[in-house]
């Protein structure tokens, strides 16, 4: 998981962490946490950032799957 692109992919959709956290349904502490890498995103939340962020197939693999996942 790449959670430097993931900041910056959410910074460039203009967001902040507290309005991605209320908009996924976790607390500013617990996104903060997370993005942080102090503790890890369930698949629930994943997909929360994934339609919150109208993330693409190419964003989700870089982000989430270190572009594992074969194009």
Known sequence: ?????????RLYKGYQQYEVADGIGISRQTYNSK????????IDELIRIVIFLNLTFNEVNEIFFDNAIAK
């Open 35 to 42: 993005e942080n890498g102090k503790s890890s995103f369930n």
């Open 1 to 9: 998981m790449n959670l430097n692109l993931l900041k910056r992919t």
